[in-house]
Each structure stands twice: as C-alpha cells, then as structure tokens.
C-alpha cells in the first residue's frame, strides 16, 4: 500500500517513522512547508519530501495519514477524500463538530476509510482495563492526565488538547455515550483553561470523571474504574494495571497485576488503520466516535458553571494560611 503523512512536526515525524518500518507499506513521502521539519523527518524515515498536497497526489497514495495542525485537518481531509484516498487522521478530528461532521459525511459518500487517531485506545495498559472491564457492570471511571506546559502552546486549551482523550475512552469502556456534562475550568497562567475537572454521566448511568491541567511539574495518566465486581487500577505511563477482586464481606479482598503487552501504540493504530483499508473493514476508531467525543470536549467549554447560592466569585486562588 502506498502511503503519505501530512505535517512533518511531533507526531508526523513518528507517523512516518513507524510506515516506514511497517510490511507491505511503502512510504510514498511527507507533506510540510516547513524546509526544517522536512528534513528532520524525510532524514528519520528515509522517505521523499513535498512542499504541498499535490505534489504528493501526482506522486500516487492509496492512504494518507493526517498530523498537520488540527485547524488544517477539514481542510487537508476534504482534499484527500476528493482524491478517493483513505484517511486517518490525528485527535481531535477537527476544529468544530461541523466540520468533523463534514469530513464523515465525504468519507461515507466517496467510500473511502475514514479514522480517528484516539492513539490511547491502543496502549497495552488501556487494552488490558478494558479487557479486566469486560463483561462487568461499571459504575465509575477516573481518569487523571496531567503534566507540564507543552513546549509549544497551540491554540487550544487542556479540555480538545488532553481531555479529548479520555472522553474518547469513557465512551469506549462504557460502550455508551455521555449524556451529561459538568466543567469546571480555570485559566490558571494561559490564556485558555489549562486546568479542567469535567464530570460526565453515560446513557447506561456509568459516572466519570477526568482530571486534566498543564500545571504538574510531572507527566502523570492513569485511569481506575469501578465495577460491582472490582476495582482496576491502570497507569498509562508505566503500564502497570492492577484488579482488586473477590471482596469479602469482613473487607479483605484479592489482588492481582494483570499481563499488559508491549506493543507501541502508535504502531498498532497504524497497523489497524490499514487493516480496515485493505479488508474494507469498519476502522477501529471511526469518524462519527471522533465526532462524538469533540462534540463532548466541545460542550464542556460552553456548558456555563453554576455559581453557588450566594457565595461572591473568587478570582484569586485561595491562599491557605499557617
Ligand atoms: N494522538 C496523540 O496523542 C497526539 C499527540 C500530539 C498531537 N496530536 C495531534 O496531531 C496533530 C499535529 O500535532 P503536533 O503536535 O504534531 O503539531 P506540530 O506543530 O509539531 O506539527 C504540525 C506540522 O504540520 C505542519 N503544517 C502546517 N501547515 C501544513 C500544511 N498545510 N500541510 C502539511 N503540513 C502542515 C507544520 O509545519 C508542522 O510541522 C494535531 O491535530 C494534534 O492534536 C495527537
């Protein structure tokens, strides 16, 4: 299969690092007009260069994968799409609803593979929570994804940068969507919220909860869900992931490490993106799921909070004495 990667900056460069490792793909080029990004990954991935879409059009793509700034992934998808050329495209899967609406709309009708890189679906540590969640009745999920300002600060804040990712994830372990919503954001030192404590309700009544910011001097991610049966414990970084079962009425109860693979993620999703292409198959992460969970990031930031009885709106954060 000949494929092309659109955007030659952090994950571009490892979109096509991983093509061209991967069997029976040839790495057809990337697209970026920065000369400097250009090099650092044709360089990486031993790969042809182009300055636009076109030029990697006439040289011939069956699949491209989209990591160019999200504001250019309507435009850039649309113009694939128009080519008949399969499509996977980084989160979130545009700027508005509107426009992710319009990507799927183009993919059903020209009948090309449209997915979604929800790349957390396919880390070993979360494959293996779903897995340890199969089958049980779920009654609550945390999910924690905090760390430091990124270097270079796009024009989004925490909740379609970071909380896109997990609202991806309470959809997929819950099997379900979310049809409540309570924010509670803060600007902290950016200009958009770069703190955010979203709480959410599924439609089969499963509450979940995640806590993002860019102000923890630490990477941390980790997810802990709660089912009438156990509780599991997975961190995302470390990969390890933890059930306790067997609770006994006198408190004790069991607990076991579960077996998580080892597999890059990135890796696997690329993998199951051409997989879908070449069998025709319905991709693992969808246009309309990409949809559904910009559409949750997205009413997070306009959902007002409300202010309580009758206490004055405090500006400042506290300052605890002593
Ligand atoms: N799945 C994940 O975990 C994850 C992580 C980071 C970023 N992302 C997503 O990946 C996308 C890119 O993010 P990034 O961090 O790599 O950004 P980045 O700024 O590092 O890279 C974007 C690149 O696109 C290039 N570009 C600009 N205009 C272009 C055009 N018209 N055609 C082709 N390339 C163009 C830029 O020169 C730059 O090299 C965003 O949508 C982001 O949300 C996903």
């Known amino acids: ?191 958009r919220e770069d703190i955010a404590l979203l709480q959410f309700r599924t439609a089969n009544g499963v509450l979940a909860h995640i806590n993002t910011n860019w102000l923890t001097p630490f990477k941390a991610r980790s997810v802990t869900v709660a089912t009438r049966g156990k509780y599991v414990m997975g961190d995302l970084l470390t990969r390890q992931v933890t059930e306790c079962f067997g609770f006994k009425p006198d408190g004790s109860y069991s607990m076991r490490h579960l077996p998580v693979g080892h597999d890059e993620p990135l890796r696997a999703e690329l993998i199951a993106f051409l997989k879908a292409v070449r069998h025709g198959e319905t991709p693992a992460v969808t246009g309309d799921e990409g949809v559904a969970s910009l559409e949750i990031a997205t009413q997070c930031l306009e959902t007002p909070s409300r202010p309580a009885a009758t206490a004055p709106a405090r500006k400042e954060p506290r300052r605890v004495a002593g």
């Open 1 to 191: 299969m000949r494929v092309g990667v659109i955007g030659a900056g952090v994950m571009g460069s490892n979109h096509a690092r991983v093509l061209s490792g991967l069997p029976g793909v040839s790495l057809v080029g990337v697209v970026d007009p920065s000369p400097a990004h250009l090099t650092r990954t044709t360089e990486l991935a031993g790969c042809q260069g182009f300055e636009t879409l076109d030029q990697l059009f006439a040289a011939g793509v069956d699949a491209v994968t989209i990591a160019a700034p999200t504001h250019l992934h309507h435009e850039v998808a649309l113009a694939c799409i128009a080519k008949n050329i399969h499509v996977l495209v980084e989160k979130p899967i545009a700027s508005t609803v509107e426009e992710g609406r319009e990507i799927v709309a183009a993919a059903q009708k020209a009948g090309v593979t449209l997915m979604v890189g929800h790349v957390e679906r396919f880390n070993p540590a979360v494959a293996a929570v779903k897995q340890a969640i199969a089958g049980e009745d779920i009654l609550s999920i945390a999910i924690t994804r905090v760390g430091p300002f990124p270097p270079r600060m796009s024009n989004v804040g925490v909740v379609i940068d970071l909380a896109v990712h997990d609202i991806d994830l309470i959809r997929w372990f819950t099997e379900s969507d979310i049809v409540e919503v309570q924010p509670q954001l803060s600007s902290a030192v950016a200009e």
